[in-house]
């Protein structure tokens, strides 16, 4: 059939299962525009939501795709919507998210020549290419449809990553004969790998899970220390069966809170990883770069046996320390060990094995002390899970109460916890939980934020109206860059610059945006207000009140201030 690169493309992104795109309009993709309201009115599925900013179209593509494992797609325009998108691909490099940025650029015969064509960059495949895993151009409309499957497909084989597709505004306009690209089998399947069919060890791979097995089997107190891959893989299950089958204790990095539930016995937040590390004889770490925030390995026993699972191969050399490394999905090894390890081999002589009842419960109520004991920020992480649902959402952001957050909520469902990595990226939040809204209809999402993270996205408020989408926004406002501040004043003799804030009053910025909102002043009033919006359909903004808060740096697992301003 005869089609325009624009008819191409989405045609392929609905074949491929793209139910929603996110983006700013712009004259190199008109065509695309008009490809997707022929489609919606044509009772095509795909739901076009057109952000203010192309950072936020972008936040929103990519938490969609870490929570939904379905294709996230950002559609935007070249040079400044590419560049404004960027911050929030990086975001999804660090969180391993499947998401895809389809990028228009200037016609292909004036690209690389430098006449100063609207929205040209030197090299804007190259910047694309830094921050995808896979990365390519249509350079014809025929090539559209494949170039999309193969996007796809990208994007969640091996570590799940953001990729790239650049179509210059020529190849949309152009038309050709093409016949349409079939998706790829299962794509849903976490066991997939990189061929597209189901993963299957080799002889060498199998062996290596072999040994890991028999290292559980007879470890006298094995831990598992799990990391965001975890939650990729969609591995929640099997690690908590393989934790029950060794009576192991699971240690969360703060990028895979929920893979086990914090009620469950075994289950254990970053924070615990000082106490059970350095007893452990075996620690199978999975789908974590395991990594200390300064850059070294998370320390072990010297004589413990170390096995780390990753589906980078960059996550398996030093400076960590391993005697077994397996690349591979995290789901496809932890079921596999499950099976394997009943029954492999006797149970280790010599003193009763295990880890005494008693020993995890002091270690769990040392964390709880630890994490009470940060007022008022604990009070205000209690009120957030009060009123949150067990299978809600909660979009952390790098604010005062969040710090705590990251080790002291408890999580409950796999997912449920978002973060955004290594990047600490300051804004993201607000965006993020509107693609995470949008992608899960029927589940309460709340994003936490403060003030001045909030400004950054703030704009998405019209976004969130405009398209009724349900995400309470609660701002903890202490008109400062409050992480900032405080380094100024304990490093700096108090020489403060750049960290106070004029914030304006959100309860009123909200409202003018007519979206309702309250001032709650104590933790008790946040957890009643926010119990009032999550039962009324539609965006709302509770905007909290503080002053300058105790800092928890310490209490965090190799913390370090660093660059994080809010």
């Known amino acids: 059939m005869e089609l325009s690169g624009a ?51 972008a936040h ?102 953001p990729v790239a597709l650049t179509i210059p505004a020529d190849v949309l306009t152009a038309r050709a004969e093409m016949e349409p690209e079939r ?44 990391g965001g891959g975890v939650l990729a893989s969609r591995a929640g299950t099997a690690l908590t069966a393989l934790a029950e089958e060794l009576s192991a204790p699971v240690v969360m990095s703060r990028n895979a809170g929920g893979a086990v539930p914090a009620h469950h016995r075994l289950a254990f937040p970053s924070l615990a990883a000082p106490r059970l590390l350095p007893t452990a004889d075996a620690v199978l770490v ?71 009842p008693g020993e995890l419960a002091d270690v769990r109520a040392w964390c709880a ?23 809600g959402f909660l979009v952390n952001e790098l604010t005062q109460v969040g710090y705590l957050a990251a080790v002291g909520y408890p999580v409950h469902h796999p997912g449920t916890f978002l973060t955004p990595g290594y990047q600490g990226t300051l804004g993201y939040g607000y965006p993020s939980a509107l693609g995470v809204k949008v992608g899960n209809p029927d589940r309460a999402v709340v994003s936490i934020n403060g003030d001045g993270g909030f400004c950054w996205n703030m704009q998405e408020l019209a976004t969130a109206r405009k398209y009724g989408i349900g995400v309470t926004a609660v701002v903890f406002n202490d008109n400062a860059y409050g992480n900032v501040r405080r380094i100024q004043a304990d490093e700096f003799e108090g020489r403060f610059i750049g960290s ?28 009643g207000a926010l119990k009032d919006c999550l039962s009324e359909p539609g965006p709302s903004l509770i905007e909290v009140p503080v002053t300058e808060m105790p800092s928890v740096w310490p209490l965090l697992l190799g913390g370090s201030p660093g660059s994080v301003r809010d």
């Open 500 to 527: 106070d804030l004029t914030s304006p009053d959100f309860v009123r910025l909200a409202e003018s945006f007519s979206v309702p909102a309250v001032r709650a002043e104590t933790p008790a009033r946040l957890a």
């Open 286 to 356: 999975v789908g974590s770069r395991f990594m200390t925030p300064r850059g070294t390995a998370v320390p072990t026993h010297p004589e413990a046996t170390v096995a780390l699972v990753n589906a980078d191969p960059a996550d398996l050399g030093p400076p960590r320390r391993a005697d077994l490394t397996l690349c591979a999905d995290a789901r496809t090894v932890l079921e596999d060990l499950r099976t394997a390890l009943p029954g492999t081999s006797a149970p280790p002589s010599g003193p009763e094995p295990g880890w005494p």
């Open 60 to 161: 929103m593509a990519e938490a969609y795709a870490r929570t939904t494992g379905r294709p996230g797609v950002c559609l935007v325009v070249p040079g400044p919507g590419v560049l404004n998108a960027l911050t929030a691909v990086a975001t999804g490099y660090a969180c391993s998210s499947p998401m895809l940025c389809v990028a228009a650029d200037i016609p292909s015969g004036l690209a690389g020549r430098g006449l100063g064509m609207l929205h040209e960059l030197p090299d804007q495949d190259g910047l694309l290419a830094s921050v995808t895993k896979w990365s390519a151009r249509a350079e014809a409309p025929a090539r559209i449809p494949g170039l999309v499957r193969e996007a796809i497909r990208q994007s969640r084989s091996g570590r799940p990553r």
């Open 183 to 226: 998706a790829g089998p299962g794509q849903d399947d976490g066991r997939l790998g990189a061929s597209g069919v189901a993963r299957t060890f080799t002889e060498s791979e199998q062996d290596v899970v072999a040994q890991i097995t028999a290292v559980l089997r007879t470890a006298r107190r094995p831990l598992i220390y799990a």
């Open 7 to 57: 008819q191409a493309l989405v045609g392929q992104l609905e074949r491929d299962g793209v139910r929603h795109v996110f983006g700013v309009p712009g004259v190199q993709l008109d065509h695309v525009l008009d490809a997707l309201a022929r489609a919606r009115a044509a009772g095509g599925p795909i739901e076009y939501i057109a952000a203010r900013h192309e950072q936020g179209a």
């Open 369 to 391: 002390r630890k994490v009470e004991g940060v007022e008022p920020q604990w009070s205000y992480v209690r009120a957030l899970r009060e009123a949150i649902p067990d299978d």
